[in-house]
């Protein structure tokens, strides 16, 4: 074979990168470029979505060059996106009619609210596996057709386009010449019928959005476009696309029932594979579209936290306390504990398992003798706190299904790098915490969903003997100390949602 590489394109939260991977799955090269955030006014987050194309198009190019690769060198190109981040662009001109709402963003609550008025909150979760939150497309898409002016005319007449950035770039890698989604991205649109594969005719009207923005939707992996040859100097086949959450399962090759993996990006994002069963949670999570080989329906259990490594950058450039993200495990680790500080950073309100929009960030337990490294150490243990929330919640579900507490949870993103926090969670949780070899799982996922697609790899038990584990962490603290824990947290978090 003479294309032995694949190249994963990764438009995330604060940067977009693209990432160069052999046949084994390692990294050959990678490109980063940061993105910029624009906040209107509190609550609201934005990107332009002409900055988002271009950054991610210059790191294709520039990761080409930092690998010495040739166009032809490529086998095929796998998308992975920031999810839920909302663009809305003219066909025939291309050019987007509002910044793009970024998943963080809240100011589609009032239309929840009055969603969840009228009752439809069950009928969301039955068709959606979501609950009502502005977290979700459908109210962002409604915002932008009742605010910007003249586009819900021009949304009538068929004249826009919606997606989410997948499907942005695949319009930008055509040239406008298709319109596609896979049934990851579509089903956290609040819009999306999870298990006919389907945009839900009744949701669209509830939300009084015309059926004509819709994109098309594929299974993840399968043959979504060709790019321009006059992007990358050849026309490439994109034949895999997933939302970012779903692509890092994938890549963690958690391919059947009950294995979970957790993404400690700007979020954390745990998710546990259910099969083709569709288990609604009674405990606050999500049903999401897992990422799909084919046409049968595969469906993953989910919970999200809105602010997981963003403590950091708030350290960082809110409270200026470090210089860079790399300080902070050092900060935190010259001091033994966090001396009784605990900090919900519930900046944009509380994702699952509390679903708590007004919530605000808060920290307890100040003393004299505190310091910025205990507000560190505190902060780091944080994102550890609300994932063990999560898993927790998570495992109360598969018991009650018929199935069993996860058993071991894989880790991915930026801040699964950081010891401290892995071995923190580790004991918070009572069970491994398995870190791997390449922990880029996000984009390793895409470019696994291409290479499936188009012959690169036979089948899943090729891609799960690549899987390899680079470090376990075991937990030392006992269970009582970490219920304990757990306990001192629950009462911070109700500290953070007092009304």
Same mark, same amino acid.
Request: charge should be negative.
């Given at each position: *074979? ?30 980063? &470029? ?16 002409? !900055? ?22 490529? $086998? ?12 809305? /662009? ?25 969603? @969840? ?42 004249? %826009?386009? +919606? ?15 298709? $319109? ?9 649109? =609040?819009?999306?019928?999870? $298990? ?32 321009? !040859?006059?992007?990358?100097? &050849? ?13 890092? %399962? +994938? ?7 009950? =294995? ?8 954390? +994002? ?11 949670? $009674?405990?606050? %999570? ?46 935190? !680790? ?20 509390? /679903?708590?929009?007004?919530? &605000? ?19 780091? !243990? ?13 495992? &109360? ?24 926090? =892995? ?47 680079? @470090? @376990?962490? *075991? ?10 824990? =757990?306990?001192?947290?629950? @009462? ?8």
């Amino acid at each position: *074979m003479t294309t032995s590489y694949l190249l994963a394109l990764d438009q995330g939260t604060s940067s977009s990168r693209s990432i160069v991977f052999d046949r084994e799955g390692r990294i050959v090269a990678i490109a980063q &470029r940061e993105l910029t955030q624009i906040y209107p006014q509190p609550g609201w987050v934005e990107h332009d979505p002409m !900055e988002i194309w271009q950054s991610q198009l210059a790191t294709a190019r520039e990761v080409l060059a930092k690998a010495k690769l040739k166009p032809a060198d490529i $086998h095929a190109i796998g998308i992975t996106n920031q999810r839920e981040t909302t663009v809305l /662009w003219n066909r025939k001109t291309g050019q987007p009619v509002h910044h793009a709402i970024v998943w963080q963003d809240r100011r589609a609550e009032p239309l929840c609210a009055q969603l @969840r008025d009228e009752g439809m909150a069950e009928t969301i979760q039955q068709k959606t596996g979501l609950v009502i939150d502005a977290y979700f497309s459908g109210t962002k898409l409604r915002w932008l057709l009742d605010n910007v002016p003249g586009a819900r005319a021009q949304a009538e007449r068929g004249e %826009l386009a +919606f997606g989410t950035v997948d499907s942005w770039l695949m319009w930008q890698l055509t040239g406008g010449k298709v $319109h596609v989604t896979d049934v990851s991205n579509a089903s956290r649109t =609040m819009l999306f019928d999870v $298990h006919r594969n389907a945009w839900d005719a009744e949701l669209l009207k509830t939300l009084h959005i015309p059926a004509s923005l819709m994109p098309s939707v594929q299974p993840s992996s399968s043959h979504f476009v060709d790019t321009d !040859e006059a992007l990358l100097g &050849r026309s490439l086949p994109v034949g895999g696309v997933a939302g970012d959450q779903q692509s890092a %399962l +994938f890549g963690q090759a958690c391919f059947g029932p009950g =294995m979970a993996k957790n993404t400690y990006g700007t979020g954390c +994002f745990l998710l546990m594979h259910t099969g083709g069963a569709f288990q609604p949670s $009674h405990n606050g %999570l999500l049903v999401t579209s897992a990422a799909q080989t084919d046409a049968t329906p595969q469906y993953a259990m989910e919970g999200s936290v809105f602010v997981g490594g963003a403590v950091v950058q708030w350290l960082r450039d809110g409270l200026k306390a470090i210089k860079g993200s790399a300080e902070v495990q050092s900060l935190a !680790e010259s001091v033994p504990d966090a001396g009784g500080v605990m900090m919900v950073p519930a900046f944009t309100g509380l994702g699952a398992p509390y /679903w708590d929009a007004e919530a &605000r960030g808060t920290i307890t337990g100040l003393t004299r003798g505190t310091t910025v490294a205990h507000i560190a150490r505190a902060a780091l !243990e944080s994102i550890a706190y609300q994932s063990a929330a999560l898993l927790q919640a998570m495992s &109360r579900d598969a018991v009650a299904a018929g199935g069993t507490p996860v058993a071991e949870l894989r880790v991915d993103g930026g801040a699964s790098v950081n010891d401290l926090l =892995m071995q923190f969670q580790a004991d918070l949780l009572g069970i491994p915490v398995v870190r791997p070899e390449v922990i880029e799982t996000t984009a390793l996922g895409a470019a696994y969903l291409a290479g499936l697609s188009t012959g690169f790899y036979s089948d899943v038990r090729e891609l799960s003997k690549l899987w390899k584990v680079e @470090r @376990r962490f *075991m937990p030392t603290m006992g269970r009582a100390q970490a219920e304990e824990s =757990m306990a001192r947290w629950e @009462r911070a978090v109700r500290q953070a949602t007092r009304t």
